[in-house]
């Protein structure tokens, strides 16, 4: 790349997202601005802010790179982005979230769900499962950006970790939500520009939709023997029913994305900074377009390079990547796309990239100062020269750095899986049930939480073949990768975590019940028998 013409850009660039972190910061003079925006967030900014966190360059690199692997398949994913990503969780979920925030003067995912059951417990069990296992997390988002500059740049992966991380605990420590979601929006615009180009110019590239398919099915006898033999039946069908690759696809990457989105922390967070019902209704059309053309054109960028690479090199994708999925688009890009290109796509992956981990390391910084240390009773820490959300800012920062040098590569949409996943298993039916239940109880949250995310551990730990295989933890304690045989290897956790929570928190809340209405008539007797 041209340095002449790349660091001029990139100064424009900063100095527009540090203006409008700059306008953040001056328009956050309260404890409730840090937290959710004053709760007056125009619904665009919302919008493009949500859509940006959820589209992260784990979506566009990583799960690219995927979708040049299992083909088109991942479209299901897309679907469910809009439907449950956008439209539930805007229209049904969102005015909830919102009406309950206000209600109980909540402020953070793990408080709204505390309040509402009237229990500490959960308010910090919650903080600290999103500081612990967040990090994962954010590490693959910034490994999404690092591992884009390092192959457009040519610069060290570990330096383009750092200026990432540093960039973005400046925004984040300094203006709050505010900052965040000012500079998300700015960066959702340049991320929607650069993807819709991307996805013309790949169509061309292969000939036109119609013929690009055409190829790309034609291209099935490609398909490597390790994965056909799993399954696999060419780009532009799904895997064979039941297989290993088809429960990887099913089961991890879209199912376990697809429901999960619906209780992220960090997405919950911004329904919570728009006035009113109606904002969030008009927020849906802006958010519907918008994932619609970052995800689906992910999902089809990554199978067509396959035809691109085959004319070009006679290899299929991952082959020319050499095995890495992470680097399949951007290795693409710069095989296919004009240098002008690059340079706007540079800027749509560090948008991705700041959007998306900005307000990750917000959830975690509020996760460890207002849901664990002030629950705790800990209001301020180092003689009161910082406040504890922004120690949690500087906290979150490092862990992320340190996970993303320690994890392998290719893993990108397997973390964002397995944050999704657990997300789903241990808070969903818990968050529902306040919505929706009268007679849930704080046991049956409290134990629903605590099953969804023990179970989900446990299955990645001891029976989730990639992931146990990795930690090693089984293979430490009973000689044995992984306990059970397939498919519970390929099967993702959250398909018996999920259903396990919801069986507890409905079966403890309606003992609890019973046992609650029963004391009552045994006082009325003994009331009546007195008189």
Known sequence: MNLAVLIPLC????????????????KTTSQSDYLVGGRNINPIVMALSYGATFISSSAMVGFGGVASIYGFGLLWLAFLNIVLGVFVAFAIFGKKIRRLSIKLDATTFPTLLGKHYDSKFITVFSGIVIFIFMPAYTSIVLIGGGRFLQETLSINFDIALLVLAAVIALYVIGGGIKAVMYTDAFGAVIMLVGMAIFLVVSYQAVGGIVDGHQMLTSLKNMVPESLASQGHQGWTSMPEFGSPIWWTLVSTIIMGVGIGVLAQPQLAMRCMTVKDDRALYR????????????????????????VYFMENTGEIAISVAGGNADLVIPMFINSLMPDWFIYVFTLTLLSATISTVSSLIHVQATAFGE????????????????????????????????????????????????????????????????????????????????????????????????????????????????????PWTHVDPLFYALPLSTIVFIGVSLFQSKDHLQYEEDSHNKVDAAR
């Not at 100064?11 to 001056?26: F, N």
């Not at 802006?286 to 396959?306: D, E, Q, R």
């Not at 789903?424 to 995310?453: D, E, M, N």
Request: aromatic letters at 16%; a positive charge; charged letters at 10%.
């Open 371 to 486: 849901d664990i240390l002030k629950t705790l009773g800990v209001h301020t820490v180092l003689g009161n020269k910082i406040s504890p959300a922004r120690l949690g800012v500087i906290v979150g920062v490092l862990l992320a750095v340190v996970l993303a040098y320690l994890l392998p590569g290719g893993v990108i949409a397997q973390a964002t899986s397995f944050w999704f996943g657990i997300c789903a298993a241990g808070f969903l039916p818990a968050l529902v049930g306040a919505f929706y239940w009268k007679k849930a109880t704080r046991a049956g949250a409290i134990s629903s939480i605590v099953v969804g995310f023990g179970v989900s551990v446990f299955g990645f730990l001891f029976l989730h073949e990639k992931q146990s295989v990795a930690f090693g933890l089984s293979e430490a304690l009973f000689r044995k990768g992984y306990l059970l045989e397939y």
């Open 11 to 26: 100064i424009v660039y900063i100095a527009v997202m540090s203006w409008l972190a700059y306008y953040g910061y001056k």
């Open 283 to 306: 927020s849906v059309l802006v958010g519907g377009i918008f994932i619609f053309f970052m995800t689906g054109a992910a999902y089809m960028i990554g199978p067509l390079s396959n």
